[in-house]
């Protein structure tokens, strides 16, 4: 009773604290230090992997127009599938954060059990519906008016290229079980060391397989599929030696399968935690799904062109990305660590580098959107289009970022109720609804109606700033624990 009546009173008393304007904007060098240990790695992964992901789109680009728009497809429907596992991994990694920071190694290696026994679940489930289903759920994405042959060839190309992707997601899931770990615990620099070799892997086998170089099959998409499932295991092989060889500078993974076994007193907790956060990640990825649809009533150039901007704009993207990623690590340990009131400076702190970084990153996008597409084998129509589209995000980055950073901020501290209205409900009831009218029963181009959509975001923004300011996400969850 006398830790529940302490932490009433610590939590309330950072309630009540009030910081200044610089306090809010900017805070001194260790600050600045300890989110560069954690987020730099972080970019420096992404960004090069979107990269790689950039040049193996310009590589099946060269194949075709349909072939490229058949791979956008697929990666599509699979976006559904990784976020499903972030999100499972995600409720679990809100008590790893919380844990590490408080000292406690067995509460970190109860939090990853339970992701690898999540991650197996979902992974079955995902192989089996989307083997099965594999031609119904690329048709949704043909529209009406596309020509026989073209619908047969997109059809084709879509479906060989998913069966073949099944294969890298069983070790993608248990990558994402060991880095999402290591990651929680601050030290990034293997994972991003993994990931870049597997990039390396990536690039190469797409090279020779996708083209069919020095001797090997000209497999096209297909090729891209093998390579990709190649990287995969690649990248799961260094993480799992890296996370279990001896002098290992993560000592939560000692004994993780001795004595394997989750504490009764956890189980209710974690998956009270882990079901939001999964249905909000599914229904979240599933309303971007759905958006796509809604534009590609207008053609399958649409398709192609959101396919190039949105590669492109993800290598940008990354930055703020990151640091909100960051931002529940960070605030994370530090509500763990019942520093309840640093944890609310570094929240504002953090919401500031992320919307000040969009300030450089989007003058960037912006300047490159006329340029990046031309790479592309396709038609002018669709460089143009996708230039457009590169535009309207390089204008919304800023919304983009600050969303981001208030998602992640109130997940640090368990509000995953709070963040399932906050990012699935709001896609699910604003933007889906607006894009579905304007997409069937006005006749506005699809640029348009996706200025429209991506306008939306400002509502998000405020939405999302009465909640940080409100402090409800200000808990420490594993004092007791």
Request: aromatic fraction near 12%.
């Amino acid at each position: 009773m006398k830790t529940n009546t302490y932490e009433t009173n610590n939590r309330e008393e950072a309630l009540k604290v009030r910081f200044t304007l610089k306090e809010c904007l900017f805070g001194d060098e260790a600050f600045y230090r300890r989110v560069a240990m954690v987020v730099v790695p972080m970019i420096i992964q992404n960004t090069l992997s979107n990269i790689v992901g950039l040049l193996d789109n310009v590589m099946v680009g060269q194949v075709g127009t349909i072939p490229m728009s058949s791979v956008a497809i697929v990666n599509q429907i699979l976006f559904i599938f990784y976020l499903c596992i972030w999100g499972s991994l995600a409720g679990a990694g809100i008590f790893s954060t919380q844990f590490f920071g408080k000292g406690d190694m067995d509460g970190v290696r109860y939090s990853i059990r339970f992701k690898l026994l999540t991650a197996i679940t979902i992974f079955t489930i995902a192989i089996a519906v989307l083997y099965f289903g594999s031609e119904a759920l690329v048709s949704l994405y043909i529209s009406e008016d596309t020509s026989a042959v073209d619908r047969a060839a997109t059809l084709q190309h879509g479906v060989s290229y998913l069966n073949i992707m099944l294969f890298g997601l069983v070790p993608f899931s248990l990558t994402q079980v060991y880095a999402s770990a290591m990651r929680e615990s601050g030290k990034t620099t293997l994972p991003m060391v993994a990931s870049m070799i597997a990039m390396v892997v990536n690039f190469i086998f797409n090279g020779l397989l996708i083209f069919g170089l020095f001797g090997l099959p000209r497999l096209g998409v297909l090729g891209a599929a093998v390579a990709t499932v190649i990287s995969r295991f690649t990248e799961l092989f260094i993480v799992v030696f890296g996370a279990h060889r001896k002098g290992s500078r993560y000592p939560f993974f000692n004994g993780l399968y001795r004595g394997f076994m989750i504490p009764a007193r956890l189980i209710w907790p974690i998956l009270s935690k882990t079901l939001p956060l999964l249905a909000n990640e599914f229904l979240w990825s599933l309303a971007q799904a759905t958006l796509l649809q809604a534009y590609s009533v207008r053609g399958i150039a649409v398709i192609a062109a959101m396919n190039i901007s949105g590669t492109i704009s993800q290598i940008f993207n990354e930055v703020f990305l990151s640091i909100g990623n960051s931002a529940g690590i960070i605030i994370g340990q530090e509500l763990g660590a019942d520093r309840l009131v640093s944890a609310r400076r570094t929240a504002w702190r953090m919401a500031s580098l992320s919307v000040m970084s969009t300030v450089v990153m989007g003058s960037l996008l912006a300047a490159a959107a006329p340029f990046i597409p031309q790479i592309y084998n396709t038609e002018a129509e669709i460089k143009l289009l996708a230039t457009r589209f590169i535009w309207v995000v390089a204008c919304c980055m800023p919304l983009n970022s600050y969303a981001n950073v208030s998602y992640f901020t109130m997940r640090s501290g368990g509000k995953t109720a709070v963040t399932f209205v906050f990012d699935s409900c709001f896609a699910w009831l604003i933007s889906v609804p607006v894009a579905f009218c304007l997409s069937r029963f006005t006749s506005l181009p699809a640029l348009n109606v996706f200025i429209i959509v991506s306008g939306l975001e400002f509502i998000k923004c405020v939405i999302g700033f009465l909640l940080v300011r409100s402090g409800v996400w200000v808990k420490n969850i594993v004092k007791a624990a």
